[in-house]
């Protein structure tokens, strides 16, 4: 017989999980010790909040589920800020936590909280591991975290269940997420009677569409209509930024200007689009009729106008709206090249000093096609978020949902351990890497070469621009003294300081050529972000 920690990890393997980031305690060995030469991999994370943020980009990239695990109470606690990224970023990811023995249950102990109370409002299901339901419960799991729409799923594992033997067999272990819901012809026509109607016809498209495997139908189909395209900011290269149909981001730099073209708009198809990114509410015109496309029905106030709602399989209905013939609609092409031009130039305004839209501009020349840009979350986000070009899908990670700031380090280093051919290159503020950079170390244990982008302008950029809109004092967002030098080292990581476009350059390119990770302390000016946000 093998332990319940062995089945586990059994059960893992089957699932096509390949790592489980976590840290280690008393209580955890056993499950450590299990994975210990299996083809799933334990590694160690610096915080078990990074541990959260990297099972989910595993998930992200594989399609398979992430794993993370923790020790009790703090561990636990530290651990819930990664696994509600995945809740709110819908990402399926399964989330171990090791507790005290059953014989301890409801006891006052050291450490020890309800771990099910903490994890239940962030996951979609959180249960006990039992003796001889190991396999049943995997499996369940397993299920409920891949079934739209997608998440996090908590596993409280006992220490004594952990090291108890179990006769459990494999043999019906074979989770599969449950079907969509059969289509409803009545909506299909309705939709297309919208869109034959309608002059001018605008697609939105969200991170629904990430895990739809319908990205050539989508740009088929707005190929197909000369349809204009806004997308959320998880969604971009769904439709290529540099496609003449697209644009631009909604919520993100100069949302004015995106706003404005999308006022004219008088049918919304919105595709994919998950509300937990930025609301309809908070862009779509009230009266402008609403085509949702989506796993599940639209999350809109009752006093907007949705006259057609499809729900299941977004592949599936796009072949069906595909056979629609061409529509006519009164949108105008040079309009639309126009606007582009327009937003591009306000992006990238001319700067006296080294700014962060030069920086970028430096980073998509040198990072070939196929790399990746891990992006984190603060002022800095809403210019990737307008500006970068990602070059098409899978090339770009970020959090929206959740938004939590510390996401780009150990987001960074779990991409880079998943696609070691494909060069990861990390941007974040100082804000973010002050909360998780330790995680810098992990890449350096790894021999993982991610190069760091750390835009320092010794604040938190984006609360002080809302904080000056408000004409308050600009009080608790000053992160160092512009005269503190940070070194030619971080946690074993060289440091390269880059004040101006010509030193970025160089340090991006000894960066991206070398095979150890590299931190690029980038001195920015901020200003730039007060007219652009």
Known sequence: MASNSELIVDALQRLGTRYVFGYPGAQNLRFIEALHGSPVRFV??????????MADISARITGKPGACLSTLGPGATNMSTGVGNAFLDRV???????????????????????????FSPITKWSVELENGKIYPLLKRAAEIALAEVPGPVHLDLPEDVAEE?????????????PPGAALDQISLRTAEELIRRAKFPLIAVGLTMNRARATAELREFVHKHDLPVVCTLMAKGQVEEGDPHFVGVLGRARRDIVAEYCGRADLVIAIGYDPVEFNYEEWLQKGVPLISIDTVPADIASDYHVPCGIAGDIRTILDKLLQIPRVNHSWDDPARQVHRQRLRLSLTPQQERFSPHQALLIMRELLP???????????????????????????????????????????????????????????????????????INTAVRLSLPVVFVVF????????????????????????????????DN???????????????????????????????EARVDPSEYETLL
């Open 456 to 487: 320092r302008d010794n604040w938190l950029s984006l609360i002080r621009v809302k904080q000056a809109r408000r004409k308050f004092h600009f009080s608790g967002v000053e992160l160092t003294n512009s005269n503190c030098a940070w070194g």
């Open 44 to 53: 160690l994370v610096t915080h078990e909040a990074c541990a959260g943020f």
């Open 369 to 439: 096609r196929e790399g990746i840009l891990v992006s984190d979350i603060g002022a800095h986000t809403h210019l990737i978020g307008q500006l970068w070009d990602t070059k098409g899908t899978g090339n770009f990670l970020v959090t929206n949902g959740w938004s939590s700031m510390g996401f780009a380090v150990p987001a960074a280093v779990a991409a880079k351990l998943l696609l070691p051919e494909r060069p990861v290159l990390a941007c974040l503020g100082d804000g973010g890497l002050m909360m998780t950079g330790a995680e």
């Open 490 to 520: 971080f946690l074993g990581a060289k440091m390269i300081l880059a004040e101006d476009e010509e030193g970025f350059r160089e340090a991006l390119k000894q960066g991206l050529e070398s095979n150890k990770p590299l931190v690029i």
């Open 165 to 177: 033997l179990s006769p459990e067999t494999a043999l019906d272990f074979n989770p599969a997420p």
């Open 92 to 118: 399926p990811v399964l989330a171990f936590t090791a507790r005290m023995g059953r014989l301890w249950k409801n006891r006052t102990v050291q450490m020890q909280i309800d771990h099910q109370k903490l």
